[in-house]
């Protein structure tokens, strides 16, 4: 603290030194310093309080009901985790479809979407299926689109969150990765789904849409179909993805993809797929459907704990098939002010 020459305080210097940040490092974090949280009530909501806490490390007498999930400091793989975890400890006869677990922003919030997918769904673990999934609801800046590589899933962009603090965020899942679902028939229905999924969060524009591989070409689509319509675009882009996909010969690359999407769930690491892709599983011709056995019978009990088995990785494959066939026939045309 400051001090004058004769031992005193000075205001002056303390706010000098406080708007230098001279005393950021003793601040409370937001969540420490805000007010106390609405007590945990239920059993449900003590059980998913502790497993939260398991995930991120936070003592759980610091959660309360309406403590933020998202914010908690919870990663892709420890929400995977908690939903087998929660799905385990509740003994729920059924699956919780990732999106609704992403969309409860809070404890009690995640309760009540259990509780009415028991009443809605009954046992067989089908929800309706939408394409929009909400990972930041603040901000006042342009919100972002975020469109999915050619597995589907929207999972990668978790990461991305903490470092777009300023604008809504909202990410774009595939059609038949929950059971029930059908993967899409063509590109255009596809993109007739999306469009309308983005309106219903942002009826007009200007629109930010960003994509990984794939999700490029979504990306550029999506861009043009709002320009046609007369709304602004006012940023278009992709990462990983050439203008023309098919070059990169997708059909075979099965394996790959398969082995980078099981070691994004941290059951080895990338360069550990990339070595078994060239050495273990060099000579490998079979069909998918053997290749994911293969794969996965050295890590089930690990596979178990992030609720990934034969079937959910088939879905994966079957949009990624479908994927590929949009790669294979796509000629990018036009362009985009954005």
Same mark, same amino acid.
């Given at each position: 603290?400051?001090?004058?020459?004769?031992?005193?305080?000075?205001?002056?210097?303390?706010?000098?030194?406080?708007?230098?940040?001279?005393?950021?490092?003793?601040?409370?974090?937001?969540?420490?310093?805000?007010?106390?949280? %609405?007590? &945990?009530?239920?059993?449900? #909501?003590?059980?998913?309080?502790?497993? !939260?806490?398991?995930? @991120?490390?936070?003592? =759980? +007498?610091?959660?309360?009901?309406?403590?933020?999930?998202?914010?908690?400091?919870?990663?892709?793989?420890?929400?995977?985790?908690?939903?087998?975890?929660?799905? %385990?400890? &509740?003994?729920?006869?059924? #699956?919780?479809?990732?999106?609704?677990? !992403?969309?409860?922003? @809070?404890?009690?919030? =995640? +309760?009540?979407?259990?509780?009415?997918?028991?009443?809605?769904?009954?046992?067989?673990?089908?929800?309706?299926?939408?394409?929009?999934?909400?990972?930041?609801?603040?901000?006042?800046?342009?919100?972002?689109?975020?469109?999915?590589?050619?597995?589907?899933?929207?999972?990668?962009?978790?990461? =991305?969150?903490?470092?777009?603090?300023?604008?809504?965020?909202?990410?774009?899942?595939?059609?038949?990765?929950?059971?029930?679902?059908?993967?899409?028939?063509?590109?255009?229905?596809?993109?007739?789904?999306?469009?309308?999924?983005?309106?219903?969060?942002?009826?007009?524009?200007?629109?930010?849409?960003?994509?990984?591989?794939?999700?490029?070409?979504?990306?550029?689509?999506?861009?043009?179909?709002?320009?046609?319509?007369?709304?602004?675009?006012?940023?278009?882009?992709?990462?990983?993805?050439?203008?023309?996909?098919?070059?990169?010969?997708?059909?075979?690359?099965?394996?790959?993809?398969?082995?980078?999407?099981?070691?994004?769930?941290?059951?080895?690491?990338?360069?550990?797929?990339?070595?078994?892709?060239?050495?273990?599983?060099?000579?490998?011709?079979?069909?998918?459907?053997?290749?994911?056995?293969?794969?996965?019978?050295?890590f089930r009990d690990q596979a178990q704990k992030l609720d990934l088995d034969t079937e959910k990785i088939h879905q994966w494959m079957n949009v990624l098939l479908g994927a590929i066939e949009t790669v294979n026939s796509y000629v990018p045309r036009g362009r985009v002010d954005g």
């Open positions: 603290m400051p001090k004058s020459t004769i031992g005193k305080l000075s205001r002056q210097k303390l706010k000098q030194f406080f708007e230098s940040g001279a005393f950021d490092q003793y601040k409370l974090s937001e969540e420490v310093a805000s007010t106390v949280h %609405k007590l &945990l009530w239920s059993e449900r #909501q003590n059980i998913i309080a502790g497993i !939260l806490a398991e995930q @991120t490390g936070r003592p =759980l +007498e610091t959660l309360g009901a309406d403590s933020p999930i998202m914010s908690s400091g919870i990663d892709s793989l420890a929400y995977l985790r908690m939903k087998h975890l929660i799905q %385990k400890r &509740l003994n729920l006869p059924f #699956q919780i479809p990732l999106p609704i677990l !992403l969309r409860s922003d @809070t404890i009690e919030d =995640l +309760e009540a979407s259990i509780a009415k997918l028991e009443t809605e769904q009954g046992t067989d673990g089908n929800s309706r299926y939408e394409p929009i999934v909400t990972l930041q609801k603040a901000g006042n800046k342009v919100p972002i689109i975020l469109c999915h590589p050619g597995g589907g899933e929207f999972l990668n962009w978790l990461n =991305l969150v903490p470092y777009l603090p300023d604008r809504p965020i909202y990410a774009i899942r595939a059609r038949g990765l929950q059971s029930g679902e059908t993967r899409f028939k063509d590109f255009d229905e596809m993109l007739d789904c999306y469009e309308a999924g983005i309106r219903r969060v942002q009826p007009r524009g200007p629109y930010a849409i960003f994509g990984l591989c794939f999700g490029g070409l979504i990306s550029f689509e999506l861009a043009r179909r709002f320009e046609s319509k007369g709304d602004q675009v006012s940023f278009c882009g992709g990462i990983d993805n050439a203008p023309k996909l098919d070059l990169i010969n997708p059909s075979k690359s099965f394996k790959r993809f398969l082995l980078q999407l099981i070691a994004f769930h941290g059951l080895f690491s990338l360069d550990e797929a990339t070595r078994m892709e060239m050495e273990d599983y060099k000579d490998v011709d079979e069909a998918p459907e053997l290749f994911v056995e293969r794969v996965l019978a050295g």
